[in-house]
């Protein structure tokens, strides 16, 4: 009896682990065939470095080089913003804080990965976007720096948790024996802890842009969405999501402007895809150590 | 370990819910009419701009018959034509004609659109209160919204930056403004928004910025106008009045950015879809229209 039990169970397993690579894979062929329909149409090199999208004239217009601008702008500014204070926190965290503070920081950290990004870009719609306006004298609020500071928010989490991992996992004995050099507790920090866990820092770097650059909601609600190659950050930008869900519903089924979409999301799965690798390859070096 | 599970339960029991309600969207409609021409179901589908005025005539409608069940649901005036296409409504709401391309679609999937129009939308364009502009003739609005006028000056106002404000290309009011306005009705004119223009997603948020911003221009249906924001008041040309956006304006015509509400049925209406839009052309339906902030349609053109 426990038997059969055992071996349903396993079997069950099995089939939930087995699943989720069918369905990747299933949807990374379903993205290439829609996504690859497009190229029929117009060459790849046109698609990505066209710098008009007017995807709804006749014959539509499909390139997407001010899309990618405004996403790897919108991606910088939150990484510059979100790095350094995501990478000092976990440090706090890891290493000075007295455990009760360690334990209101973690809640926090959790608190803000719990908000949802539509929340987030509300917020952000109604308080930061006025202040951008008047700081700068703008003629709009709704620029790439909103977007990337509401990114940074939205990244910090990921960034903190995987850095303070990072952390903790350095063993004891240097810590002990960098004090038994006579290092004080700063040059400690520096000189042997932060680079014994920069592969995993870098990693956690890794999946907090994996997460800004794939991020809808908040960047569509707070960026203006103007598809323009931006020469600065205080400019509206579009980024390559936005234009993903807020063009979907419009799409003719089978028209050029449905396959450009795919080939939108067929790009970020590469972009996303080649930021996981990285991550993974930095944490996996650190493994092999 | 709890949390992936919960997770996985949350993800599985959205996808059963995706598909179920697709499947019940392919049977309702058409398929299941027995009985009287009142009792069955109706999905209607489109226009955001028109889901209010959908809605209330569903609830009025459906006050009358309480054996009829009418959704409507909105996605914006090219899901309505898809679904339509794809036979998953019964009537679409649109705010835009059918494009040639769409109606060659749906005749390949043997869906022949037939349009009723069954109210008309002034579209407002849209200043800060404190903006000293208030009239603009359709050419100084076509070069704002082109990006050749880009200070308010050249158009009688202070020396500042014009922020362009437009709807997401979803929206069938972007698209009526794009061929209206901008292109001025030529179908083979290239005008385009300048592709600095900000896309807001709703007429909400257009309203919204509006109302923060002196140098901001936008333009949404009627519908949407309050204290916060002054409506410009428009002319054909120079030599032209200048009128404001309201309701007479639109009836009598002299109000020259005013589209049509359409919907779309699939052939010659029959049953509860005929009833329906029966309902909405009545006395009743266009007192309604009224209701939600949007123009009847004029009785003559009514019988056409």
């Known amino acids: 009896m426990r038997k059969i039990k055992e071996f349903i169970i396993e079997k069950l397993i099995l089939l939930c682990g087995v699943a989720s690579i069918i369905f990747v894979v299933l949807i990374l062929l379903f993205l290439l065939n829609e996504g690859l329909s497009l190229f029929k149409d117009i060459g790849p090199y046109e698609f990505v470095s066209g710098k008009k999208w007017y995807p709804i004239s006749e014959p539509p217009q499909l390139g997407i080089l001010p899309l990618i601008c405004g996403s790897l702008l919108v991606t910088l500014g939150a990484a510059i913003i979100s790095i350094p204070i995501g990478v000092a926190c976990a440090v706090y965290i890891a290493e000075v804080a007295p455990s009760w503070i360690k334990d209101i920081l973690k809640a926090g950290i959790e608190l803000l990965a719990a908000i949802p990004s539509v929340v987030l870009g509300f917020i952000g719609m109604v308080t930061l976007s006025p202040l951008i306006k008047s700081v700068f004298n703008l003629p709009t609020g709704l620029t790439a720096l909103s977007g990337s500071i509401m990114l940074a928010f939205m990244a910090m989490p990921t960034i903190v948790s995987i850095a303070e991992d990072a952390l903790y996992a350095v063993p004891k004995s240097y810590k002990e024996g960098a004090f038994a050099l006579g290092a004080t507790h700063w040059q400690t920090i520096w000189r042997v802890i932060l680079p014994a866990a920069s592969p995993g820092i870098l990693a956690a770097v890794m999946l907090g842009i994996g997460r800004v650059i794939g991020e809808t909601m908040a960047v569509m609600m707070i960026t203006g969405n103007a598809a323009k190659i931006p020469d600065g950050f205080l400019q509206p930008v579009r980024t390559l999501t936005a234009t993903i869900a807020a063009e979907m519903g419009e799409a003719v089924v089978g028209s050029e402007h449905y396959f450009a979409l795919f080939a939108i999301g067929l790009i970020l799965f590469i972009i996303s895809f080649i930021i996981n690798l990285t991550a993974d390859l930095f944490l996996h070096r650190k493994e092999r150590r | 370990m709890y949390k992936k599970i919960f997770f996985m339960a949350i993800v599985f029991g959205m996808a059963l819910y995706a598909g179920c309600g697709r499947g019940s969207d392919n049977s309702g409609g058409f398929a299941s009419n027995p009985g009287s021409a009142f009792s069955g179901s109706l999905q209607v589908k489109g226009s955001d701009t028109m889901v209010n005025l959908g809605q209330a005539w569903a609830e009025a409608f459906m006050k009358k018959h309480p054996e009829a069940g009418i959704a409507v649901t909105g996605g914006g005036s090219g899901t309505g034509i898809s679904s339509l296409i794809s036979n998953t409504c019964d009537i679409c709401m649109s705010s835009r004609n059918i494009k040639e391309k769409e109606i060659s679609l749906a005749n390949q999937k043997g869906v022949s659109p037939q349009e009723i129009k069954v109210a008309m939308d002034g ?137 049509p509400l359409l919907l779309y049925v699939n052939g010659q209406p029959g049953g509860l879809v005929k009833e329906f839009i029966d309902f909405a052309l009545s006395k009743e339906g266009q007192d309604i229209v009224l209701k939600t902030d949007f123009v009847p349609v004029l009785p003559n053109e009514e019988k056409k």
């Open chain 2, 123 to 259: 579209l407002a364009v849209i200043v800060h209160p404190k903006n000293p502009v208030t009239n603009l003739t359709i050419d100084q609005l076509a070069g704002i919204f082109t990006g050749r006028i880009t200070n308010w000056k050249d158009v009688g106002g202070n020396n500042a930056a014009i922020v362009v404000l437009s709807r997401e290309v979803n929206s069938g009011t972007h698209v009526y403004f794009k061929e209206h306005v901008l292109r001025k009705g030529d179908p083979n004119s290239k005008e385009e928004f300048e592709p600095g223009a900000l896309l807001l997603s709703s007429s909400q948020a257009i309203a919204d910025e509006i109302a923060g911003n002196q140098n901001a221009i936008g333009y949404y249906g009627m519908g949407y106008i309050s204290e916060k924001q002054k409506p410009v008041h428009v002319s054909k040309d120079e030599k032209s009045e200048y009128v404001a956006p309201a309701i007479e304006n639109v009836i009598n015509g002299k109000y020259p950015i005013s589209r």
